[in-house]
C-alpha cells in the first residue's frame, strides 16, 4: 500500500477512495494507469458525454460496481432494476448471468448510437471487471475510516496508539508487535506496569503508555479487577508489605505476587526486584498473621 500511495500519489478524498478500491487482487494491475491518467500523461478518451459523465471521476478507469449500473443505463437502456440485476451478476461473478447479458448489452447500445465495435469493448471491459469489483459507497466509509484515524494517529499519537494497542492485545492480533515497534520509531515509550496506575488497557502516562496489569504473564482479568478494586476503596498501595496485605485479603496468591514482581509493578517503592522476591514470602506469612478470624487486619 505504501508503494501504492507513492506511485499515485492521492491529493484528495476520491483518490483515496479510488486507492482503497484499486489495492485489491485484479484492479491493482490499473494503478499504475490510474496514477498516469490522473498526473496527464495519458489522456482519458470517453465514447460519449454519458460515458464521460460516468467514468470521468476516475480517468476512464472502470473501478465501481456502481459505474456498472449507470453505463448500463445510459449505454445499453437498461431500466434500473435491470441494471442492478446486472451490476449484480457481475458482484457476484456470475459469469453464465453475463455471457447471456451480452446480446441485450450490444442491442441496447447500438439503439443509443454506439457502435456494435465499441458496445463489444465496453461489456468486455464490464466482464473482466466481474474478477474484482468493488463498490463505491464501501470505500467510501473505508477511506472515512481511514483518513479520521491518520488525523489522530498524527495529532493524538499516544491516544491513538493506547486504544489501537488496547483493542490488538488479546493475543491474536499478529500485528501487535508492529504497532509497538511503530510507536517506538515515534520516540514514544511502553511503559512497565505500575502498581499504582495500570489498568486493563494502555493508559497515558506522561510521554509513554502503561502496559496493563491483565496482559502480566500469570496475571489475569479477575486479579486486575481485584487489583483496581482495592485502589479505588482503599487508595494507592503505599509500599511493598501494604501492598501483599492487601493482596492476602484479597485472595490473590503468592505465585501470582511473584508475577507482579517481576513484571516490574512495583519498582514504584523504589526496591529492587531480588530483594522483593527474597522478600515476599515472609511478608505473606505476615499478612496473614495479621488478619483476625473476620478477615480484617489487626
Known amino acids: 500500500m505504501k508503494n501504492a500511495i507513492k506511485i499515485l500519489k492521492p491529493e484528495s478524498f476520491n483518490d483515496i477512495v479510488a486507492l482503497i478500491a484499486l489495492f485489491r487482487p485484479g484492479p491493482m494491475d490499473n494503478i499504475k494507469d490510474y496514477a498516469d491518467r490522473k498526473a496527464g500523461r495519458i489522456k482519458p478518451k470517453y465514447l460519449s458525454k454519458d460515458v464521460e459523465e460516468i467514468l470521468s471521476s476516475t480517468y476512464g478507469v472502470l473501478i465501481y460496481q456502481e459505474q456498472i449500473s449507470s453505463l448500463a443505463i445510459k449505454m445499453a437502456g437498461y431500466s434500473p432494476e435491470e441494471a442492478d440485476l446486472f451490476r449484480r451478476a457481475v458482484s457476484h ?13 450490444v442491442t441496447g447500445s447500438i439503439k443509443n448510437g454506439y457502435t456494435e465495435k465499441d458496445a463489444t469493448q465496453m461489456f468486455n471491459n464490464i ?7 468493488f463498490n463505491k ?4 466509509v473505508y477511506a472515512i475510516i481511514a483518513c479520521r484515524m491518520a488525523y489522530l494517529k498524527y495529532h493524538y499519537p499516544l491516544e491513538f496508539y493506547a486504544s489501537i494497542l488496547t483493542i490488538s492485545s488479546g493475543g ?6 508492529d504497532y509497538v515497534s511503530e510507536l517506538k520509531k515515534r520516540k514514544l515509550k511502553v511503559l512497565l506496569p505500575d502498581i499504582n496506575k495500570s489498568d486493563k488497557h494502555f493508559v497515558i502516562d506522561k510521554d509513554g503508555l502503561l502496559f496493563p496489569l491483565n496482559m502480566i504473564r500469570g496475571v489475569n482479568v479477575d486479579v486486575t479487577n481485584r487489583i483496581i478494586d482495592e485502589r479505588h476503596l482503599k487508595g494507592e498501595f503505599t509500599d511493598f508489605f501494604n501492598f501483599v496485605s492487601r493482596m492476602y485479603s484479597q ?5 501470582v505476587l511473584l508475577k507482579i514482581i ?3 509493578a512495583l519498582d514504584i517503592f523504589n526496591k529492587n526486584r531480588e530483594t522483593l522476591r527474597a522478600t515476599l514470602h515472609y511478608a505473606y506469612q505476615l499478612a496473614e498473621l ?9
Open 93 to 105: 461473478k456470475e459469469k453464465s448471468v453475463l455471457e447471456s447479458s451480452k446480446k441485450q448489452f
Open 127 to 133: 466482464l473482466k471487471f466481474a474478477n474484482y469489483g
Open 290 to 298: 495479621s488478619l483476625d478470624n473476620e478477615g480484617n487486619f489487626l
Open 137 to 140: 459507497s464501501h470505500a467510501v
Open 172 to 177: 491474536t492480533d499478529a500485528k501487535f508487535g
Open 262 to 264: 517481576n513484571s516490574g
Open 251 to 255: 485472595n490473590v496468591s503468592e505465585t
